[in-house]
Each structure stands twice: as C-alpha cells, then as structure tokens.
Antibody
C-alpha cells in the first residue's frame, strides 16, 4: 500500500529555512495525484501549506506563499518543503499526504508526521 | 479563525449517535466536495469521508457524511470509546484566496 514518510531536522533556528522531505513508497509519484504538506501547531488544528503535481505544478496557501517552496524529485519518488524566515509560530507537526485535487479533494494517506521546533 | 466552522466539542454516551457540523460558504462547501478526517490522540489524521458522503475501504458504515448548501455533517452511530478523537472537515475554497481549507476541529468525547 501507499506509504509516506517525512524526514528532516527537528530543530530550526529563527529566521532560518525549514527543510523537509517526504519519501513515497508503494506508488509512483509520476503516476498522478497531487502531493501535499499540512501542518498542525501543538494543540491546534490543521493548516494546509501547499501541494505539488509530478509535473511541478503547485498550489500554495496564500498566507504562506511568500515563504514556501515545494518541489518534487520523481527519480527519488519524493517531494520536499522549504519554508523560509521561520519564527516560533512555525513550530508544528508537519505532515505530508497524497492529495486528490481537481473535481474532488481529499488527503489520503498521510505520513506519521514530524515535529519541527523553531527555537534558538 | 478557520474558514470552516465546527463546534469545539461534542459528547455522547457509548452506543448513541452524534453529529458534527461544518459550516462554510458558497466559495468552499457550497461548490466543492467535503472530506472528513479522524485524528486519534498522538496520531496522524485519517480519511473518514470523501466526496461528501463516500467511505474509503475499511471505514465502518457507522460513519456517514452529508452536505446541504454551505454546510456539511458527519454522523457517527453506535459510539465506541475508541471513537474519542478530533474530527476535521475539509474542502477547497475557490475564492481569490483559493486553497485547501479545514475546520477548526471538533473534540468528540464518549462519556
């Protein structure tokens, strides 16, 4: 079955860039679907960050768009997130998920999530 | 402040039925499909309902979804203690600030 696994530093300093990668197994990213990033601050709700198609086409959350870059590497079957100029408000569990988009929309499956703390 | 409005909490006894509402607008729920997610404590969200009322394989028929106008509802019958979780609705917002949006989440307590 399709599985996603996030990886990256668990601690990032303020003003620096947060970088995460999501490795996909059991499905080829090139076969279709969008692939998304969602985050959840401690004790709070879900916030969509953005999603990317295997062609590189992207959708970003307008509130984060100026700081976000999502890229895809089909050769490694993975996609990545970069969030620049981070502050403590970016501390959250970051999830990656397969995103059905166009005509319908849902996220399934999800990775287990990775906690990223922004602190000096 | 979430684009989609959910009650912060609901509760019911084991075996009973509960509904969770999700209110939006014409730019999101009114013109797009709704999905629902269950997040058990300490775990990643899991898809419960997609396309307003469809259940993925493996999701019991105790869970149901519906949509009317700019609101959607998740129903859970035959409540079990294992259903205690946070539940989120989600949809696409087609306004100028287009994107995927979620409700603020509803904490279900099975008394």
């Amino acid at each position: 079955q399709v599985q996603l696994q996030e990886s990256g530093p668990g601690l990032v300093k303020p003003s620096e860039t947060l970088s995460l990668t999501c490795a996909v197994s059991g499905y080829s990213i090139s076969s279709g679907y969008y692939w998304g990033w969602i985050r959840q601050p401690p004790g709070k709700g879900l916030e969509w960050i953005g999603s990317i198609y295997h062609s590189g086409s992207t959708y970003y959350n307008p509130s984060l768009k100026s700081r976000v870059t999502i890229s895809v590497d089909t050769s490694k079957n993975q996609f990545s997130l970069k969030l620049s100029s981070v502050t403590a408000a970016d501390t959250a569990v970051y999830y990656c998920a397969r995103h059905t988009l166009r005509l319908s929309n849902w996220f399934d499956p999800w990775g287990q999530g990775t906690l990223v703390t922004v602190s000096s | 402040q979430s684009v989609l409005t959910q009650p912060p909490s609901v509760s019911a006894a084991p075996g009973q039925k509960v509904t969770i509402s999700c209110s939006g607008s014409s730019s999101n729920i009114g013109n797009n499909y709704v999905s629902w997610y269950q997040q058990l404590p300490g775990t990643a969200p899991k898809l419960l309902i997609y396309d307003n009322n469809k259940r993925p394989s493996g999701i019991p028929d105790r869970f149901s979804g519906s949509k009317s106008g700019t609101s959607a509802t998740l129903g859970i019958t035959g409540l079990q203690t294992g259903d205690e979780a946070d539940y989120y609705c989600g949809t696409w917002d087609s306004s100028l600030s287009a994107g995927q949006v979620f409700g603020g989440g509803t904490k279900l307590t099975v008394l």
